[in-house]
């Protein structure tokens, strides 16, 4: 699990360990991870030229001195920096290693020549926006140079909150002691690249702003049956799911949940979808039964008044009503509405909208917890702030929201509650009929008894790494997925 802490909690857990050590110890720590890093790079690229892009701060020490361990052991180096903000202790260090301090013009051509830039601009206490002289640094860096920043890259927003496409965009970065929200949220994640984390020896007794859970986490959290498990006990999963306009998302979503291992699916259509899940999924049963949890919504029609396709949102309304735990996806979202908010209040819900579903119920449903401001809410901005907006939901209902992307976010109801960040799918997994997939294996967890936030981050890794090996580094079909599932799982519990 890759746990990430708030940039304040950082603060604090440094302020509590400085006072225990030697002054500059920390500092000391963070600079020898640092350097071995950037020498094994630096050899390994058979680099030439390094140059440290310096701030005023800690983080622009951090540069100064890795740089300066670097020309001590021969490697040419340079600093472009101010000279009236920057750390005088790590000058000096970098002037008596060597290291060619350079400003104004001389600065922008070392930089543009660097096979290495080492980006110590802004770190942990940055604000919004670079200065001028350091976003010149940053625009002239070549393409082709290899740019590892120092904790995070300069000018993106440590608490992952925005992106700002003229800041630093590194091949890898180096942090120190745990991962911050920047490294594991997008939009800022893009601009992280590879992460090493350098142990500091930090400790935190606060619970993190954000977790990603790993392979092994993976196979601790799924559901394995035992000998005395049965068909009920392992969970049954009603589906509510395509309709005689989107007839094929009832058999991805069905389809998904039998293979993710669900006890029983009870599957609830109207004519065409069902002839189609009769077909393609004989492990699935027909019409309204006792279930453990609910998947509704995925290729739901909420607008045909034809008799079946009533009768089929009828069975969706009294799920919503219900104490089941209930995942709501596609057109289930168009049904959640004050009357569905305050019956659920504290049963298990969880939203799986994408970003344009966000956008579209904020904007029926307006923000924040009595729903103040009713406002436009475009799809452009949720994809600019994610997490800001899928936790406008998660206030506005009460209710899980798992925001699905390229990285898949989950947000809890409780605020001090960790959210959750999952990157494991290639790039070709945006097609059609991927959501209803995933909406029936995260559905299946659901019914097999787990919370929704666990249930949600555990579906979308084992979404993406299906995803991932039915892909091969090609092309892949939703129902390929769906069908990978098995072995996706097989994989995640054996491979240790
Ligand atoms: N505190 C510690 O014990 C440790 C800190 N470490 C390093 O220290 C960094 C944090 O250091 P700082 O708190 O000094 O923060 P920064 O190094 O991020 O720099 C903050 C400085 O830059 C200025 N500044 C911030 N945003 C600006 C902007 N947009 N335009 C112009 N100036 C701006 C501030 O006024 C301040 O002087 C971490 O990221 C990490 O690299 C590591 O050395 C590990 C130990």
């Known amino acids: ?264 699916v009870r599957y609830v259509g109207t004519p065409t979808p069902e002839g189609l899940v009769r077909a393609a999924v004989p492990e699935a049963v027909h019409g309204e039964g006792r279930v453990q949890a609910w998947v509704l919504g995925p290729g739901l029609d909420t607008t045909s008044t034809r008799r079946e396709a009533t009768n089929q949102l009828d069975v969706a309304r009294a799920a919503l009503a219900g104490e089941e735990p209930v995942l709501v996806d596609a057109g289930g979202l168009d049904l959640v509405d004050d009357a569905v908010i305050e019956a659920r209040r504290d049963r298990p819900t969880l939203l799986t909208p994408h970003a344009g579903e966000l956008a579209t119920m904020l904007t029926r449903l307006g923000s924040g917890p009595r729903a103040r401001s009713r406002t436009e809410v475009e799809r452009a901005a949720v994809e600019a702030e994610p997490l800001r907006h899928a936790r406008a939901l998660a206030d506005r209902t009460g209710m899980t929201v798992l925001l699905k992307g390229a990285t898949t976010l989950v947000v809890p109801t409780d605020p001090s509650e960790p959210v959750r960040s999952q990157a494991d799918a290639p790039a070709w997994l945006g097609t059609a009929g991927a959501g209803d997939v995933l909406a029936g294996l995260v559905g299946t967890l659901l019914a097999a008894g787990l919370a929704p936030a666990d249930a949600g981050a555990l579906g979308a890794l084992v979404h993406g790494v299906a995803a991932d090996r039915a892909s091969g580094g090609g092309p892949v079909r939703a129902l390929s997925v769906a069908h990978g599932i098995p072995a996706a799982v097989a994989h995640l519990l054996t491979r240790r």
């Open 1 to 264: 699990m890759i746990e990430a802490w708030s940039p304040q909690d950082v603060y604090a857990a440094e302020a509590a360990l400085e006072d225990e050590l030697a002054s500059g110890e920390l500092m000391a720590r963070a600079v020898e991870g640092l350097a071995e890093l950037v020498a094994a790079r630096v050899a390994q690229l058979g680099a030439e030229t390094v140059v440290a892009l310096v701030g005023a701060g800690n983080n622009g020490a951090d540069a100064l001195y890795a740089v300066a361990h670097l020309a001590e052991a021969g490697v040419t180096c340079a600093a472009a920096h101010d000279p009236d903000r920057v750390h005088q202790g790590a000058l000096e260090a970098a002037r008596a290693a060597g290291v060619v301090l350079v400003t104004g013009a001389e600065a922008l051509e070392d930089v543009a020549e660097a096979d290495v830039v080492v980006d110590g601009i802004l770190g942990l206490g940055g604000r919004p926006g670079l200065p001028a002289e350091a976003a010149a640094w940053v625009a002239a860096i070549s393409d082709d140079a290899h740019v590892i920043a120092v904790d995070l890259p300069s000018g993106q927003a440590a608490d992952g909150s925005a992106f700002d496409p003229d800041g630093v965009l590194a091949d890898e970065t180096v942090t120190f002691s745990v991962a911050k929200p920047v490294h594991l949220l997008p939009p800022t994640e893009q601009a992280c690249g590879s992460l090493t984390v350098v142990d500091i020896g930090l400790a935190f007794d606060t619970a993190p702003a954000v977790v990603r859970l790993g392979f092994d986490d993976a196979a601790d959290l799924w559901p394995v049956p035992g000998p005395d498990d049965d068909k009920y006990s392992r969970g049954v999963l009603g589906v509510v799911a395509g309709g005689e306009r989107y007839s094929g998302a009832a058999v991805l979503s069905v389809t998904a949940a039998v293979e993710a291992g669900a006890g029983m």
